[in-house]
């Protein structure tokens, strides 16, 4: 216990336990240390670096993304490192040698194009170069096939070990406590809250704990109950002899299409591989004594990927060879990390699964948990990162495996809009799946779920075409989909919503806490609505139905499921309420369009008029021999209605609409037209176009809010009202021109000057361009007069396409098509 014996003895008692002294773990510790909260203890079972960060081939590299909050923690990471020494004397080994990433093919032109604008709009700089550029920086690398590179010249190289320990240094000089040598066995818990771990040397009580253990980190959270689906694969490298033309100066250089990074090391060259097809390691459980393990190469199954990576620096082949390493990197099923509280047990912290740019985001990851313990809420947007998003099913061993192939190799594949994972798939289906399957349904991954994507017709198997920035070989069908929905009637099947049931004395006033709309008045009524936290901030939205007194329905979205489980478990405390997921027992059915009423009439006995069943009415009715719940409400700006169908009763329900729909001229729909349907109207959806840094005034929300009664953020809200018209506001997008599509991340710009970015795009039919959601922000309040007086563009790939921008919808803004 070597530093355990320099700190002295293990404590009894700490605010924080950090478990795991990789550079996330003291990352953390140096982060929290410098918030003041110096009550914190780091335990590493080994020595720290131990697991993955001793091996990292130490790329400091900022281009690539195109998330924010991604953004952020690189760019973050690489100041910390660079002034690390300077506060702990302590070097991290950063040297701003330059990076450089090259496009062999125009798919990944574009990408690159598009990340490009969004990384310079995020203040990186970044510059497109020419072939010959890329040669004269990197002259040893094979340039005629190239099309272009991207140039960062304040990227380059970190030494892991180093960076970690100069944090370690940092934490301890802030009075952060980092024990060597200490095993933690398990995590102890009172009900649903951490209350300590213990050690093989002591117990230690804490009201945090936080899981870094990299690798390990399933292992220790099955203990806990808590779903940590990591998955270790080989990752591998070599080192080659010194070679001519190689010195410390040499840029990093990255060829995705060749599975190659490349840097110098020793007067020699790194090749390091992230190969299309890759092969998990250790499924059954990563031994406890791996620390400082390799894995034996696989020479058969890598030969033809390294030879494809060393082609790009033809040189590579005459030197000799002198490291070949295979060491372990942990992987997601989403290629996301898992970061935050775990959804089951309050005080328990992950922080892990940074499918191998752990080193280039430890910093500002590091920050970002610190804060979020601190403060009890992120300061940054997490929707895609929450380790709540994860599910029980993805623990499954034949799962970890069969997904870990295809996830490794997704860090280069090029990342087209709309492809979906292609491994471990069939796992939830919902009871239409065979029927809409006879339909030509083009299924995809919507959290584990088989959703139609779009139809290809009755009896013909779907054929996606290749992926595309541009029109799919399918928009012809996409569009007919989406005219169905504007002129006749369509069905979608949406049974991977998440439905909850709250009922009890206190089910109503519970809800009503909870939601910025009043949800408890009377019953039969469905209400959209916001959950916010104590700064007013976006957690969630989605739907309460109130069914009659005492018994509620929330529907979420199928991301939000986690989130809204552990939302309600975390405030019910107060109340006399029971909350069951009923997920798995509810089959959503949407009929939408202008003839749904028609559609939907000849199957009930129960008078659908507007008069009898107005916008927002939840009433049990007949469909054929059964009995649903049926909401006349719709996320696609049409009289529509969705019906919540008791499992066993979906197929009877969705034969009996199917058999009356061929008078009516019903279509299949899939999820590629609710999008563009959904952006037409510019209704939003959490997770995509809002987040957790998002208030309801600058969202287009506060439709949504009751300032009558009280509820969760409301005092933090009415202060953001008072203050006026806010300068940050989401708006609608219209290309004028109908060619191009918007994806994500495209920039906006008035007047010439980049203002905000697109956060959710698609292409409006109806409208007749590609349409978004944007977030912009001006040094003036936003106003529908200072968007009508200016000139709106957004960089689409590096071109600039003039635009519309509104803050009202520009489908039928009046609302009447809903109401008719």
């Known amino acids: 216990m070597t530093m355990a014996d320099a700190d002295s ?7 924080v336990v950090i478990i795991g002294g990789g550079i996330i773990g003291t990352s953390i510790a140096y982060h929290l240390g410098h918030l003041g909260w110096t009550d914190v203890v780091l335990l590493e079972r080994d020595r720290l670096t131990s697991g993955t960060t001793w091996h990292a081939a130490g790329l400091m590299t900022c281009f690539g993304s195109l998330s924010e909050t991604s953004m952020s923690m690189r760019q973050y990471t690489r100041d910390l490192y660079s002034r690390l020494e300077a506060e702990t ?21 574009e990408e690159y194009r598009r990340v490009a604008a969004f990384n310079r709009h995020v203040g990186l700089e970044v510059e497109e170069i020419s072939p010959a550029e890329i040669a004269s920086m990197f002259p040893l690398a094979e340039t005629a096939d190239l099309l272009a590179g991207f140039h960062v010249p304040g990227d380059g190289r970190v030494n892991p070990v180093d960076a970690t320990m100069a944090l370690a240094k940092g934490a301890r000089m802030q009075g952060v406590r980092l024990l060597e040598g200490v095993t933690v066995e398990r995590v102890m818990t009172q009900g649903t809250r951490v209350v300590g771990v213990e050690t093989d040397v002591g117990d230690i009580e804490c009201e945090y704990i936080v899981n870094c253990a990299g690798m390990w980190a399933r292992q220790l959270g099955e203990r806990n109950g808590v779903t940590i689906p990591l ?29 190659g990074y490349y840097r110098e090391e020793g007067g020699g060259l790194m090749v390091g591989l992230f190969e299309p ?5 250790s499924v059954g459980g990563v031994p406890d004594d791996f620390s400082f393990g390799q894995i034996s190469p696989d020479w058969d199954r890598m030969t033809p990927y390294v030879e494809r990576a060393m082609s790009r620096v033809p040189a590579t082949f005459d030197a000799g060879v002198r490291t070949f390493f295979c060491g372990p990197e942990s992987f997601t099923p989403d290629l996301a990390p898992l970061v935050g509280e775990a959804p089951n047990l309050d005080g328990y912290f992950v922080a892990a699964g940074m499918n191998s740019v752990g080193i280039l985001t430890g910093g500002g990851l590091g920050r970002i948990v610190a804060q979020w313990i601190v403060d009890g809420r992120p300061d940054v947007d997490v929707t895609g990162f929450t380790i709540d998003r994860m599910a029980d099913y993805q623990l499954a061993p034949r799962y970890r495996a069969e997904r870990t192939v295809e996830t490794l190799g997704m860090v280069y594949a090029p990342h087209y809009p709309g492809r979906s994972m292609a491994t471990a798939r069939g796992i939830r289906r919902s009871p239409l799946h065979t029927y809409l399957q006879q339909q030509g349904a083009y299924f995809r991954d919507v959290s584990g779920w088989e959703g139609s994507d779009w139809f290809a017709g009755e009896g013909v198997a779907p054929d996606p075409g290749g992926l595309t920035w541009g029109r799919p ?16 009637v369509g069905i979608m099947d949406m049974s991977f919503m998440s439905c909850f049931s709250v009922t009890g004395p206190d089910a109503g006033p519970f809800l009503d806490h909870l939601s910025t709309n009043r949800v408890d008045g009377d019953p039969g009524v469905i209400t959209y609505t916001q959950w916010l936290n104590d700064a007013g901030t976006i957690e969630t939205d989605l739907t309460v139905t109130k069914r009659e007194d005492g018994t509620f329905l929330v529907v979420a979205s199928d991301t939000a499921h986690g989130h809204v489980g552990a ?20 089959s959503q059915i949407n009929v939408q369009g202008p003839r749904s009423r028609e559609l939907l009439q000849s199957v009930t006995s129960v008078d659908l008029s507007n008069e009898a069943f107005p916008f927002r009415a939840a009433r049990t009715i007949d469909v054929g021999h059964a009995r649903v719940l049926c909401a006349r409400i719709t996320y696609l700006g049409e009289l529509g209605y969705e ?59 506060a439709f949504t809010v009751d300032w009558e009664h009280d509820f969760i953020g409301r005092h933090a809200l009415r202060r953001l009202k008072d203050a006026g018209p806010p300068s940050r506001r989401l708006v609608q997008v219209l290309l004028e021109d109908p060619e191009p599509m918007l994806h994500h991340a495209e920039i906006v710009l008035r007047d010439g000057v980049p203002v905000g970015d697109v956060r959710a795009g698609s292409y409006g039919h109806t409208l007749g361009g590609a349409v978004g959601l944007a977030m912009i922000e001006l040094d003036e309040p936003i106003t529908s007069d200072v968007l009508a007086a200016s000139t709106w563009e957004v960089d689409v790939a590096g071109r600039r396409v003039p635009a519309r921008v509104s803050l009202r919808p520009l489908y039928d803004p009046a609302n009447d098509r809903i109401r008719a």
């Open 9 to 15: 003895r293990i404590p009894s008692r700490a605010r």
């Open 89 to 109: 004397g302590q070097s991290t080994g950063f040297r701003p040698v330059g990076f450089i990433e090259v496009a062999a093919d125009e798919g990944r032109l």
């Open 231 to 259: 998955q270790a694969a080989e990752h591998y490298y070599l080192i080659t002899e010194p070679m001519d033309g190689v010195d410390s100066t040499l840029p990093v250089l990255e060829d995705p299409s060749r599975h």
């Open 277 to 281: 097809v890759c092969a998990p390691w």
């Open 473 to 488: 070989a399918w928009f012809d069908t996409w569009a007919a989909e989406h005219r169905a929905i504007r002129e006749g």
């Open 567 to 586: 939302w309600l478990r975390r405030h019910t405390a107060a109340y006399d309420v029971a909350v069951t997921d009923v997920t798995s027992g509810i």
């Open 643 to 701: 019906l919540h169908v008791p499992t066993e009763l979906a197929v009877h329900v969705y034969e009996t609409l199917i058999e009356a729909g061929s008078r009516v001229g019903l279509q299949h729909v899939g999820l590629k037209a609710l999008a563009s349907l959904r952006l037409e109207k510019g209704y939003r959806d959490y997770g995509h176009d809002i987040d957790n840094t998002d208030n309801v005034i600058e969202t287009g929300l």
